[in-house]
């Protein structure tokens, strides 16, 4: 396993280009099992995940081809309508072939995602809309089996606006012929850029963005070609980082207006920004003021930079606030900040943080992607030296994370750990 090693304390500098979203990535390469025609879509991280997703496809039947962040599926082969454990077992967002999957075949087989550090991770919402549109659910020896004679357009409430269960049920509705409609919809980016691509392929997709879409589903989809939009959590990780660390940096393709909520935030803390469509400039402020966070759905502060802010308020000049509203145990890189000298309180979803000077370097473990994250980002302000064991958590969701942090002035190396 591979470890970074981090000596704390440099400013940070220079500029950083932003890779394609992971997030909005792996829903778009799920739907390219609606169709028999070629696919390629452009702006592709090199992530663990997106390695996972290639294997799975081809495992299937899909011909994938992967190279300078452009991946390409073709249909040569039958079609096999499984996803097997040991690859779902790595990716729990494997879920998201089982709406295209059963929308195409009336069949899919696939491993029940287990939970993972930050929380039990259920499907139900995703079957309770399977179920809507007519298909019947089975759990087997940790499979669930989804089979369907016909499928029907449906009218589904979710009760939850969960990002994976929206991107499953839009990409079921889109080759189901007839209305459907998904009210409490997730709203995050991710799901108006994977309703970019359906209306490519045929289906026509209204209301993404909003608490309420509409699907026109078609009997056929189309091949297409599409360029993922930014990510929007690897944006926000550097800023913090520039926050935190102090110095300037500027960041090229960005999509400012997916990070509102956390570019007014770092603003209260007295970080100075200035903001363009796609470039974004941030200059640390001469203290960092605290400033309270609760985590919400889209366009509320993302869960996923929750962990970055943790760390961020930790040297805070004051005392300051994180709910965590989305997962159920999104803390555990509070216990490795405390041994960094962290003084953080947890009561349940809230953690109290009452900003130190400083943090020491020391040896830490990331438990899964953000807390990894955010362990870095305290390991490049920490006095000395940081060792961050585990990063293949971060190597699924950061595309090169070492080098763009080298180049934004961070000392790091990657070593390989026993
Ligand atoms: C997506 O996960 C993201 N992953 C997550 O990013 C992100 O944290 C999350 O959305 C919230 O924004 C991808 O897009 C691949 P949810 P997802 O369904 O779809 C509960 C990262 O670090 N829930 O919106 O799994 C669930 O337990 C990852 O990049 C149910 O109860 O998130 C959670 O508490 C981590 N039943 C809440 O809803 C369900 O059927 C939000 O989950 C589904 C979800």
Redesign the pocket.
Known sequence: MDSFIIEGGSKICGSVKISGS??SS??ILFSTVLTDERCVINNVPELM?IKTTYELLSYCGKTCFFGFNSFSVDEKNKIITEAPYDLVRKM??SV?IAGPMLARFKHVKFSMPGGCA???????????GFKKFGADVKLDAGYVILSAKKLKPAVISL???????T?NIMMLASLVEGKSVIKNA?K?P?ISDLACVLNKMGARVSGAGSNEIVVEGSEKLKGFEHNVIPDR?EAGTFLILTALCGGRLELLNVESRHIETLLKKLEKTGAILEVYDNRIVISSGKKILPSDIKTE??PGY???LQAQWTSYMSVADGKSMVVEN???NRFMHVAELIRMGADIEIKHNTVIINGVKNLKGATVMAS???AGAGLILAGARAQGITKVRRVYHIDR?YEKIELKLLAAGVKIKRIVDE
């Open positions: 992971k997030n792996l829903p995940d729990r967002a998201l930050i929380g039990v991770r259920p499907i139900d919402i995703h079957l309770d009760k939850f606006p969960s990002v994976g269960a991107e997730a995050e991710e959590i759905p889209y993302p869960t996923d989305i997962f159920e899964d992607l953000r969701g």
